[in-house]
Structure formats: structure tokens, C-alpha cells
């Protein structure tokens, strides 16, 4: 089994910063893309940020110049610094990782996993 454990959300005042984590454990041979999607109350989830097994990042344009998503690949560990929080930012934050991983027969296969959730609110 493979679990996605995320850590660092919380309660913060608008121009503040918090920095998110994102920790694979399990029987893990790869990791591709890892993300970051969050999903305010009334609203559909949307993707924050993308990076890449080869360090190719992407954001959405309401957070480009004020996140930062890296990666420790020997921790399978995903981060998203954020600075310069807003109101609107209030959300809860997922993380996604596509993992190369292998079930009970010995099979290899890829799947994309979920963590589950951490909350960060932006007060004005």
C-alpha cells in the first residue's frame, strides 16, 4: 500500500506565508508527476501546481511568482511553499503523485494517488 500524508496547513493572516508537505511511503519504485490541487467550500477542485519527474514545473496563473512547488526525490517528498496569501487561497489542499508501485502478485503497475486533504485558511 501506498499512502500520501500531508503536513504544514493551518490558520494564517492575508500576506502571510505556510509551507506544505507531501510524504510517499509504501512499496514506492517510481514517482512521476507530483501535484498539488486544493478545493475551496462550493467550488470544484483545481490544480495548483505540477512538477515533473525532470523538475518541469507549472502553476495556475492565481499563484504564479507567489508559490513554489519543489521536490526531495530521496524523501518522495512534495512541498508547496506559499507566500504573499490571499483571502481567496482558503482552500483545502490536496496532494497527487503518479507512483510506479506493485500489488500482491509482484506485478508492477502505476497509479496516481491522493492524500488526504490539510487545511489552510487565509484570514483578511
Known amino acids: 500500500q501506498v499512502q500520501l500524508v500531508e503536513s504544514g496547513g493551518g490558520l494564517v493572516q492575508a500576506g502571510g506565508s505556510l509551507r506544505l508537505s507531501c510524504a510517499a511511503s509504501?512499496?514506492?519504485?517510481?514517482?512521476?508527476?507530483m501535484r498539488w490541487y486544493r478545493q475551496a467550500p462550493g467550488k470544484q477542485r483545481e490544480l495548483v501546481a505540477t512538477m515533473t519527474s525532470g523538475d518541469n514545473t507549472n502553476y495556475a496563473d492565481s499563484v504564479k511568482g507567489r508559490f513554489t512547488i519543489s521536490r526531495d526525490n530521496a524523501k518522495n517528498t512534495v512541498y508547496l511553499q506559499m507566500n504573499s496569501l490571499k483571502p481567496e487561497d482558503t482552500a483545502v489542499y490536496y496532494c497527487n503523485a503518479e507512483i510506479e508501485t506493485m500489488n500482491n502478485v509482484n506485478r508492477r503497475y502505476w497509479t496516481s494517488y491522493w492524500g488526504q486533504g490539510t487545511q489552510v485558511t487565509v484570514s483578511s
Open positions: 509504501g512499496i514506492i519504485f517510481s514517482i512521476n508527476a
